[in-house]
């Protein structure tokens, strides 16, 4: 066992105090990032309204019409806060520099990861016609795409800061036997705005808010759209500063040591 990683419930605590040092620290790219989140949830309620409630390619292509675009435009925030964390690098402005190597290689990891989280749509579609043993399949296909994600969690921190160990192999040795405190410390940090999330979409099912179908832009779906942007924002900052952690934590290879 390492003994730089801290217990489960002391790791998740510290993603919450990082989260308040990363608002602090950086409030521009925060705000702006906040307000992509709620910008995207807003607009994929006003075109894709039946969003999610598929098992097929076409549901595949609506998951990557949402997932390619959020991972750009999450990439300068996502790598502002791994330097921070890691480094105590401070980036004051939020910027989509399409030319900058470490930009294009961290993006690159995010939309193969974003297609690895899609891939179960439409492997499930092919492998059988039955609705049920469609969603039995998507889960299985589901839990392996998130158990490879868990493993290859310390690249994406590695890339930010420009490791010279930032690679998938090294990133799958330096979380190996530790995929499941990963996972604990994830979700542990995650819960409160897990629980949070619950609420608020049991609310508005209830106000008639998330029901299928076309909507208008207003003001309650506005405000749903806010609402909802706010907890994604939050569960993609605990990722990253849980990310940033356990790279400090586990890494080695990562950081460039030799095997």
């Known amino acids: 066992m390492n003994p730089n990683l801290p217990p489960i419930g002391r790791a998740a605590a510290q993603a ?9 620290a950086l409030p521009w790219v925060s705000l702006v990032t906040f307000a992509i989140c709620a910008g995207l949830v807003i607009a994929q309620d006003a075109l894709m309204p039946d969003h999610g409630s598929r098992l097929d390619a076409t549901a595949m292509l609506a998951d990557l019409t949402v997932s390619l675009p959020q991972a750009l435009l999450f990439t300068p925030y996502l790598i502002a ?4 964390i890691i480094l105590g690098e401070v980036t004051a402005h939020y910027a989509l520099d399409l030319r900058d190597p470490r930009f294009l290689r961290f993006f690159g990891w995010s939309v193969a990861l974003s297609v690895l989280t899609v891939a179960p749509t439409p492997l499930a579609a092919l492998l059988t016609s039955s609705d049920g043993a469609r969603f039995f399949i998507v889960c299985i296909i589901a839990a392996i795409a998130i158990m490879i994600s868990i493993r290859t969690i ?3 921190p590695s890339t930010a800061v420009d490791s010279p160990g930032a690679t998938l192999i090294n990133a799958m040795a330096d979380s190996r036997g530790y995929a499941w405190r990963i996972v604990f410390i994830v979700l542990l940090a995650m819960l409160p705005v897990i629980v949070a999330a619950i609420v608020v979409a049991i609310v508005l099912a209830v106000a008639g808010v998330l029901s299928d179908g076309p909507k208008d832009l207003s003001l309650s779906v506005i405000a749903s759209g806010i609402l909802l942007g706010a907890l994604s924002f939050l569960l993609v900052s605990f990722a990253v500063v849980v990310a940033s952690r356990l790279y400090q934590w586990l890494g080695r290879r990562t950081k460039g040591a030799p095997a």
Do not use: A, E, S, T
């Not at 806060?81 to 921070?84: A, K, Y």
């Open 154 to 156: 310390l690249l994406f």
């Open 81 to 84: 806060v791994h330097r921070f």
């Open 16 to 24: 919450w105090r990082d989260v308040g040092q990363v608002i602090k």
